[in-house]
């Protein structure tokens, strides 16, 4: 049976998430806006420097990657935020 997985466990995940751009990791730079985890999944909502960001692709793949690395976890969800004022 596999640990209960919890937010520390998905931040350590997640600081191993650079954005390629300004070469720090996401967590460090305030990307993530919420964690939701129930059971063996993890909803992740996450918010990055603008809309049109060119590695938002890219990023959002990292970080399924980096949260399917946790032991327990099965299912990830990435939701992208809106930008606040737009």
Known sequence: MSPAITETMIYDALR???DPELRHDIVE??????????DDYVH??????????????NI??????????????H?????RACMKGS
Not at 29 to 38: A, N, P, R, S, Y
Not at 44 to 57: D, G, H, K, S
Not at 60 to 73: H, L, N, S, Y
Not at 75 to 79: A, D
Request: charged share 25%; with cysteine; aromatic share 4%.
């Open 60 to 73: 959002v793949a990292q970080i399924k990657r980096a949260v399917e690395g946790v032991d327990g976890v």
């Open 29 to 38: 730079l305030g990307f993530i806006q919420e964690i939701d985890i129930v």
């Open 44 to 57: 992740l909502e996450i918010q990055l420097t603008t809309p049109n960001c060119p590695y938002a692709e």
């Open 16 to 18: 191993k998430v650079i």
């Open 75 to 79: 299912r990830v969800e990435v939701e």
